[in-house]
């Protein structure tokens, strides 16, 4: 049954319905590929095999019901392991909480049991979300399947790796400054993050709150709009959800179409520091965007430029606060308690011993930002950029529909290539982070390959306006699979047990 | 940019309540430094006249019914503490010997 793993979620489904194929078989699929060639991706830190094999035999019994079934019931999924499933290890990356099972599921969780969903795992991802290429992980780094000596992204490098691997057809991530759509360019996969506000942050491990959202991923954009309903809307148990109807976004992916749109694209980020095979297949994307009846005008967000060094202010300093409540205390480790010291040495020593190098940096520097006599000049100084971008945003959307650039200025680097110089790995975010700063919804999607590595098209929509994003996303995808002889992923090297293990 | 000193970085440590060693203190004042240098450009549009932003939303004092439903009961709750005694967190001393 290998075909099954290379089908896309929206085909499962249909052969699902059809009773073509059972959702055991469907899950078996993918856990014998997990146990084929994640020893060589590493994008699992916990594969539930039981448990998935359970949750797929209680959606065939409700089918044999003939009860009515949502379009996910039986597809599998990977969870980002920065999400809270009850009873499973959750370690977002950190030695801090290794082991830790958490006693409540995300609300995101429950949306995808309740959806019938079967929840394969938790991949792989940077230490607490804080990363580019998942090499901040605790616990190794993933490997990108389109060249294992390359990076698969980050934050949620195991979750885009664990799609471009037909490990899973669909995945969660979560999106701070590009941990979905940074991984998605470089697997060559689809990943959006919504609104800000848009799927709720309900047992998701916070790494910098005012900018941090869940989103879905997948390797077509039609599979990635299906997840985005099942996991979006309104819940009281996050403050921070907006309470309007989801955006239609199944219905704009299967629209597809650009006629009459207005397509804006981001004059400061192109150019310098964006290498040329990125470029072109940008200006390539464009291009079929125009013939398929959009009008693309320029567009100058002057303040994009300090995006990223407002970001690396805002979400340190965020994370210096939310990452207090690893004290020691209540879960996860606890070193050095043998009665001599006091609460605080044990704390000290536990967060020491518990956090990783880039974590550590960054609870310095937001520490640094915040603290007496810097804070006006440092983080002070950073709102007020948000403020800017936020305006440069709104000028852009009231002339055209959505907004367009390259994802990354680059395809995968190697790894290690920039593990030691924290400014250059930061670099890898600079055209995603304006997003997360004013709060709007983004897509990344496969634009083609250079020398052989995958290049993402990243298109921006005003907040709750994430229908434009499928609807965009799907017209392009359609003419460039048909030019491809499928979407990007089809032409991924198939891995076998042995690659790289 | 000054210079950040080894002894900033132990005092911002401290209040981190995250213990460092020598070698990483001396390693956190250099990059840190590199850091600063890369994002203070933020003080160069940051004017007087522009508002600060902290959240996308503008939402203010969101409340739901008050209304008892189930939670945790206190072996959940306690179920990833490193220690526990009667139902309760076990922690080490909070107040000195004099206290």
Same mark, same amino acid.
């Given at each position: 049954?290998?075909?099954?793993?290379?089908?896309?979620?929206?085909?499962?489904?249909?052969?699902?319905?059809?009773?073509?194929?059972?959702?055991?078989? #469907?899950?078996?699929?993918?856990?014998?590929?997990?146990?084929?060639?994640?020893?060589?991706?590493?994008a699992?830190?916990? /594969?539930?095999?039981?448990?998935?094999?359970?949750?797929?035999?209680?959606?065939?019994?409700?089918?044999?019901?003939?009860?009515?079934?949502?379009?996910?019931?039986?597809?599998?999924?990977a969870?980002k392991?920065?999400?809270?499933?009850?009873?499973?290890?959750?370690?977002?990356?950190?030695?801090?909480?290794?082991?830790?099972?958490?006693?409540?599921?995300?609300?995101?969780?429950?949306?995808?049991?309740?959806?019938?969903?079967?929840?394969?795992?938790?991949t792989?991802?940077?230490?607490?979300?804080?990363?580019?290429?998942?090499?901040?992980?605790?616990?190794?780094?993933?490997?990108?399947?389109?060249?294992?000596?390359?990076?698969?992204?980050?934050?949620g490098?195991g979750s885009a790796a664990a799609l471009?691997?037909?490990?899973?057809?669909?995945a969660i991530g979560?999106?701070?400054?590009?941990?979905?759509?940074?991984p998605?360019?470089?697997?060559?996969?689809?990943?959006?993050?919504?609104?800000?506000?848009?799927?709720?942050?309900?047992?998701?491990?916070?790494?910098?709150?005012?900018?941090?959202? #869940?989103?879905?991923c997948?390797?077509? /954009?039609?599979?990635?709009?299906?997840?985005?309903?099942?996991?979006?809307?309104?819940?009281?148990?996050?403050?921070?959800?907006?309470?309007?109807?989801?955006?239609?976004?199944?219905?704009?992916?299967?629209?597809?179409? /650009?006629?009459?749109?207005?397509?804006?694209?981001?004059?400061?980020?192109? !150019?310098?520091?964006?290498?040329?095979?990125?470029?072109?297949?940008?200006?390539?994307?464009?291009?079929?965007?125009?013939?398929?009846?959009?009008?693309?005008?320029?567009?100058?967000?002057?303040?994009?430029?300090?995006?990223?060094?407002?970001?690396?202010?805002?979400?340190?300093?965020?994370?210096?606060?939310?990452?207090?409540?690893?004290?020691?205390?209540?879960?996860?480790?606890?070193? !050095?308690?043998?009665?001599?010291?006091?609460?605080?040495?044990?704390?000290?020593?536990?967060?020491?011993?518990?956090?990783?190098?880039? #974590?550590?940096?960054?609870?310095?520097?937001?520490?640094?930002?915040?603290?007496?006599?810097?804070?006006?000049?440092?983080?002070?100084?950073?709102?007020? /950029?948000?403020?800017?971008?936020?305006?440069?945003?709104?000028?852009?959307?009231?002339?055209?529909?959505?907004?367009?650039?390259?994802?990354?200025?680059?395809?995968?680097?190697?790894?290690?290539?920039?593990?030691?110089?924290?400014?250059?790995?930061?670099?890898?975010?600079?055209?995603?982070?304006?997003?997360?700063?004013?709060? #709007?919804?983004?897509?990344?999607?496969?634009?083609?390959?250079?020398? !052989?590595?995958?290049?993402?098209?990243?298109?921006?929509?005003?907040?709750?306006?994430?229908?434009?994003?499928?609807?965009?996303?799907?017209?392009?995808?359609?003419?460039?699979?048909?030019?491809?002889? !499928?979407?990007?992923?089809?032409?991924?090297?198939?891995?076998?047990?042995?690659?790289?293990? | 940019?000054?210079?950040?000193?080894?002894?900033?970085?132990?005092?911002?440590?401290?209040?981190?309540?995250?213990?460092?060693?020598?070698?990483?203190?001396?390693?956190?004042?250099?990059?840190?430094?590199?850091?600063?240098?890369?994002?203070?450009?933020?003080?160069?549009?940051?004017?007087?006249?522009?508002?600060?932003?902290?959240?996308?939303?503008?939402?203010?004092?969101?409340?739901?019914?008050?209304?008892?439903?189930?939670?945790?009961?206190?072996?959940?709750?306690?179920?990833?503490?490193?220690?526990?005694?009667?139902?309760?967190?076990?922690?080490?001393?909070?107040?000195?010997?004099?206290?």
């Amino acid at each position: 049954m290998s075909e099954l793993i290379y089908k896309s979620a929206a085909q499962l489904s249909e052969s699902l319905a059809k009773k073509e194929v059972s959702a055991r078989e #469907v899950t078996q699929a993918h856990l014998d590929q997990i146990t084929k060639v994640d020893k060589a991706v590493h994008a699992f830190l916990y /594969v539930d095999t039981e448990g998935a094999l359970a949750q797929a035999d209680q959606v065939d019994a409700a089918r044999a019901k003939g009860e009515n079934l949502g379009p996910l019931a039986g597809v599998p999924l990977a969870l980002k392991d920065i999400l809270a499933q009850e009873g499973i290890p959750t370690t977002c990356g950190s030695k801090i909480l290794e082991g830790w099972r958490p006693p409540y599921s995300a609300t995101v969780v429950k949306k995808l049991r309740a959806a019938g969903v079967v929840i394969l795992g938790k991949t792989n991802m940077d230490e607490f979300a804080m990363g580019s290429s998942t090499e901040n992980s605790a616990f190794g780094t993933t490997q990108n399947p389109w060249d294992l000596t390359r990076i698969p992204g980050g934050s949620g490098g195991g979750s885009a790796a664990a799609l471009a691997a037909f490990e899973a057809p669909l995945a969660i991530g979560s999106d701070t400054g590009g941990s979905i759509r940074q991984p998605a360019a470089v697997t060559g996969t689809v990943g959006v993050k919504p609104t800000y506000g848009g799927v709720s942050r309900y047992g998701v491990i916070a790494y910098s709150s005012s900018l941090d959202q #869940v989103g879905p991923c997948a390797r077509t /954009v039609l599979d990635t709009a299906l997840l985005h309903e099942v996991i979006a809307g309104h819940d009281d148990y996050d403050a921070t959800s907006i309470n309007a109807p989801t955006p239609p976004v199944v219905a704009a992916a299967k629209r597809a179409d /650009v006629k009459g749109m207005k397509i804006g694209v981001i004059k400061e980020l192109s !150019g310098d520091g964006y290498e040329s095979g990125v470029s072109e297949r940008f200006e390539e994307s464009l291009e079929i965007l125009r013939s398929q009846g959009a009008t693309i005008e320029m567009v100058s967000c002057p303040n994009f430029d300090y995006g990223l060094a407002a970001y690396y202010l805002i979400a340190p300093s965020e994370a210096s606060s939310n990452l207090a409540r690893f004290d020691a205390m209540r879960y996860g480790l606890r070193v !050095g308690d043998d009665g001599s010291r006091s609460a605080e040495e044990v704390m000290s020593m536990t967060r020491a011993a518990g956090f990783g190098r880039e #974590v550590k940096r960054r609870i310095i520097l937001g520490t640094y930002a915040l603290s007496a006599g810097y804070y006006d000049a440092y983080y002070g100084s950073a709102q007020k /950029v948000r403020t800017l971008i936020t305006q440069d945003f709104a000028k852009a959307f009231s002339s055209v529909d959505v907004l367009v650039s390259p994802t990354t200025p680059t395809v995968a680097f190697p790894i290690g290539a920039k593990s030691n110089d924290p400014v250059a790995m930061y670099l890898s975010d600079v055209a995603t982070i304006p997003v997360n700063l004013a709060g #709007v919804a983004a897509m990344s999607l496969p634009a083609g390959l250079s020398e !052989g590595l995958p290049v993402g098209f990243q298109i921006i929509a005003p907040a709750m306006k994430d229908d434009r994003l499928y609807q965009v996303g799907a017209a392009l995808e359609r003419e460039l699979a048909a030019k491809w002889g !499928g979407v990007l992923t089809t032409k991924a090297p198939k891995l076998n047990s042995s690659a790289g293990a | 940019m000054s210079r950040i000193s080894n002894e900033e970085v132990a005092r911002i440590a401290q209040l981190a309540r995250l213990e460092l060693s020598a070698n990483e203190i001396a390693e956190l004042a250099g990059e840190l430094e590199a850091i600063l240098g890369a994002v203070a450009r933020v003080q160069e549009v940051a004017k007087s006249d522009v508002l600060p932003t902290s959240h996308p939303l503008a939402l203010v004092n969101v409340v739901r019914p008050d209304v008892v439903r189930p939670s945790l009961t206190p072996e959940s709750a306690l179920s990833g503490a490193p220690a526990s005694e009667e139902d309760r967190f076990r922690v080490p001393q909070i107040l000195g010997e004099e206290a």
